[in-house]
């Protein structure tokens, strides 16, 4: 999967539904070696704003926006690049395509097609152990970060 079909829907003049994007978005380069992605729409805060129709799919934002959300297609190649990292959002995640590891502090789990991961401030990596790519869509919201004891464990990596 090279490229993923995203349609957006909004309202006209008189508040009907109706469609304002049916488009194909290719997954581009990241700057990590072996990762691709498409930004599928980003919100500034949650709750989120859906007056107007401005396409939030064509601003580059980062990793994670705080307070508000990022839904983000990945695709990660054999062999990617480490990226161990921790963020400040709770993160939802379903694998489209492909098997992938989710390496932990205390263990690895390996997700395949079809499973759903809620992931909650862990640190973590993701790693392809397979001879074929991982397809992976994430919905990121701002969370607060974790606290174990006295320790805040916040966003690193």
Same mark, same amino acid.
């Given at each position: 999967m090279r490229t993923i079909r995203r349609v957006v829907t909004g309202h006209d003049g008189q508040g009907r539904s109706q469609v304002l994007l049916d488009e194909e978005r290719p997954l581009q380069p990241a700057m990590r070696p072996g990762v691709s992605s498409a930004l599928m729409w980003w919100t500034a805060s949650s709750p989120a704003d859906n007056d107007g129709d401005a396409d939030a799919g064509q601003e580059g934002v980062a990793t994670m926006v705080d307070g508000g959300t990022v839904f983000r297609v990945v695709r990660y190649e054999p062999g990617v690049a480490p990226r161990p990292h921790r963020t400040s959002s709770i993160d939802y995640a379903l694998v489209i395509s492909?098997?992938?590891?989710?390496?932990?502090?205390?263990?690895?789990?390996?997700?395949?097609?079809?499973?759903?991961?809620?992931?909650?401030?862990?640190?973590?990596?993701?790693?392809?152990?397979? !001879?074929?790519?991982? $397809?992976?869509?994430?919905? @990121?919201? +701002? *969370? !607060?970060?974790?606290? $174990?004891?006295?320790?805040? @464990?916040? +966003? *690193?990596?």
């Open positions: 492909g098997e992938i590891d989710l390496e932990l502090e205390e263990g690895v789990v390996q997700l395949k097609a079809g499973d759903v991961l809620v992931q909650r401030g862990t640190w973590h990596n993701w790693i392809v152990r397979g !001879e074929e790519a991982a $397809v992976v869509a994430f919905v @990121l919201i +701002a *969370a !607060e970060p974790v606290k $174990v004891g006295r320790r805040t @464990l916040g +966003a *690193a990596g």
